[in-house]
């Protein structure tokens, strides 16, 4: 974060002390947010896709996008090391969403079900939820990658293996 936005965010968190005011903050930038916020929403061509408390969500994501952001932004912790995960493709005008999961052309996770079906936001833990059809096994589970969890979904019943993003 730059000086100057450290020193704006620093300022917004003293005014917030000072009167007990509620932010609504909307960000790009998720070292910011996680300096600010309480609670996060992350959104993805207009839907909330993962919503909950700051730490919680954080350390434990529970949809594949807000993994991928995640992994694409600095650190919390400098010391911290992670690896970058690259969707594909480009963002879908929200004129025109695609069908079923939204995020399901870009998804390195993405199965057949995606395609069809819209998956609704539910719970993973207390004050956390994800609209994902394999939120319970990314949550707490890191970064996705595509083996481990593919693999659990050709496993289930009415799941089929990953699909490339275009
Ligand atoms: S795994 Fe399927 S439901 Fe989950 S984010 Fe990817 S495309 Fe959407």
Redesign the pocket.
């Known amino acids: 974060m730059f000086r100057s936005a450290h020193r704006f965010i620093n300022l917004l968190k003293e005014v917030q002390h000072t009167f007990n005011l509620a932010y609504v903050f909307i960000a790009h930038d998720l070292a910011s947010v996680y300096h600010m916020a309480d609670r996060v929403a992350v959104m993805y061509l207009g839907q909330v896709?993962e919503i909950g408390e700051t730490v919680e969500l954080y350390s434990r994501p529970a949809?594949?996008?807000t993994q991928a952001l995640l992994s694409a932004s600095l650190p919390i912790n400098p010391r911290d090391r992670k690896s970058e995960v690259i969707l594909g493709g480009e963002v879908p005008s929200p004129l025109n969403p695609p069908s079923?999961?939204r995020?399901?052309p870009r998804?390195p996770?993405?199965?057949d079900?995606?395609k069809t079906e819209q998956?609704p936001l539910r719970s993973v833990a207390p004050d956390h939820a994800a609209?994902?059809?394999?939120?319970d096994e990314l949550h707490g589970g890191g970064l996705p990658t595509p083996g481990p969890a593919a693999a659990h979904a050709e496993t289930q019943p009415g799941r089929a293996g990953p699909v490339q993003a275009p």
């Open positions: 896709v949809h594949p996008y079923g999961c995020f399901h998804c996770l993405a199965f079900r995606c998956p609209a994902c059809f394999l939120a």
